[in-house]
């Protein structure tokens, strides 16, 4: 299955290709991600509502005008931008990282909550959630309150990561979404909860559906 991949944000030359490195290194076989930059119109970051909007309009947009031959489309983001209203207008699938992620949770009965780089992005996660029917099933999502750049430094995000998932365990949480799309997780991280990459584990879900075919 060749996925056709947008970035949510306009990112440079360096970012993009450690964007499809990661999604190289994290495809199961049979499954390949061809990432594109949404273009020098799009937002820098995603810090306010306001972006995230202009997003996921260029982000939709971006996916209606996909070439042919791939097999799927996907928005390179943990909000969905334009899942929900994409899905069965098209003449293949489109899958949202965060819908994959989020219902094997909530399908397989474990107690979630997420993490999120700012309050915007909280705030369309749980949105996201309530879209999907499954906000009572998300427990919590905590601001780890870190800049765009945060998102390529592994360290530092572990570091703002381990700080709030032990409240998010204590809160009852036994699996943590980590709320970006391109963030590496240090496997040597050991935390109170299970912390989930949702790309990592939604080109799982892919894979596995296509062995299913």
């Known amino acids: 299955m060749r996925i056709y991949a947008v970035t ?3 990112v440079d030359a360096e970012e993009l290709a ?6 190289a290194a994290l495809a199961p076989p049979g499954v390949e991600v061809v990432l594109h930059d949404l273009g020098p119109e799009a937002p820098r970051a995603l810090d306010t509502d ?29 909000l969905d931008p334009g899942v929900a209203d994409l899905a069965g207008t098209l003449p293949v699938p489109v899958f949202g990282l965060l819908r994959l992620s989020l219902g094997w949770a909530v399908l397989t ?23 999907y029917g499954w906000s009572a099933d998300l427990l919590d999502v905590r601001v780890l309150d870190l800049d765009v750049h945060a998102i390529a430094d592994t360290a530092r995000w572990a570091d703002a990561l381990g700080a709030v998932v032990g409240t998010m365990a204590a ?11 391109a963030v590496d997780v240090p496997a040597a991280v050991r935390l109170p909860a299970r912390v989930v990459d949702p790309t990592a584990l939604a080109l799982r879900l892919i894979g596995a559906g296509e062995v299913a075919r």
């Open 18 to 23: 450690r964007r499809q490195a990661r999604y």
């Open 171 to 181: 809160g009852g949480a036994r699996t943590v979404l980590n709320g970006c799309s």
């Open 109 to 131: 009965g474990r107690r979630c909550a997420a993490v999120a780089r700012n309050r915007a992005i909280a705030d369309e996660i749980g949105d996201r959630a309530r879209v």
């Open 50 to 78: 306001a972006q995230v909007r202009r997003s996921e309009e260029l982000v939709v947009a971006a996916l209606r005008a996909a070439p042919a031959g791939f097999d799927g489309l996907l928005p390179d983001c943990v």
């Open 8 to 10: 949510p944000i306009h």
